[in-house]
């Protein structure tokens, strides 16, 4: 069976080389790039993927987009700060080379961050949405951020045994814009919510005790405070701009200042 790879990428010249390499062995890569302001495009047709433009309206309608550019009976998902690894080539092209048990599979995914390979914190295995399916299986749920999906077969979801590699950071100057982006874009799913600072500290706390403490993100040491911490910080922005939105304050205002007239005193 044929198989095509589709990676999702806004401004990802320092890292799509690096996903688009460990998917040579598909029989096609499509790069949905959102318009991208570097060499991201130029990078990805340049290793041979067919590049489509889909303007940014959230994850989930960027993902559909690219399912719809992909040819082939297969697909497999990746975004720019994961990587195939052989072992995974591997199961799943054994796998496509006879009878699938499953029209839809998730892939574990082991995260490296500052240095190591993370065991605990929530990071180890984890999951997203399923990342090998056969086309017209499932669609995602058109949602700005952390998009979730709809299985339109009926048979269940299966799991592969072995795991990709995710980047998520390669610096904490990444750590710190996606918790902007993302917290910026997770207002939208607050969207009908009334909140409150005491809200978004509490959310904060407790986003930060869920990694830290019951996923045991302390077993990873610095960085797993620092996966905490991140959490912490873009859970308190999601609620605190959230809370922003719905005060709608307005900027103090004076009129305009002009030299005063030295003979009138």
Partial sequence: MSISAYIIAYNEAKKIADTINSVLWADE???????????TAQIAQDLGARVVQVPFQGFGHLRNQ??????????????????????????????????????????????YFMGRWIEHSGWYPNFRQPQLFRQGAMKYVESPVHEGYELLTAKPVGRLERAIWQIPFRDFEEVVKKANRYSSLGVQKL?????????????????????????????????????????????????????????????????????RDSSST
């Fill in 29 to 39: 890569i499509i790069v949905a790039d959102s318009a991208s302001t570097d060499e």
């Fill in 66 to 111: 690219a399912m719809k550019a992909c040819t082939h009976e297969w697909i497999f998902s990746l975004d720019t700060d994961e990587q195939c690894t052989p072992e995974v080539r591997d199961e799943i092209l054994m796998m496509l080379s006879g009878t699938p048990a499953h029209d839809a599979y998730l892939v574990p995914r082991r995260n």
């Fill in 191 to 259: 969207a009908e919510r009334r909140v409150s600072m005491r809200t978004a500290l509490l959310h904060a706390i407790w986003s930060f005790l869920k990694h830290y403490v019951a996923k045991r993100g302390f077993l990873d040491g610095w960085p797993g405070f620092v996966i905490a911490f991140g959490n912490f910080e873009g859970t308190f922005y999601r609620y605190a701009k959230r809370f922003e939105q719905q005060e709608r304050w307005s900027l103090p205002k004076q009129g305009p200042l002009h030299r």
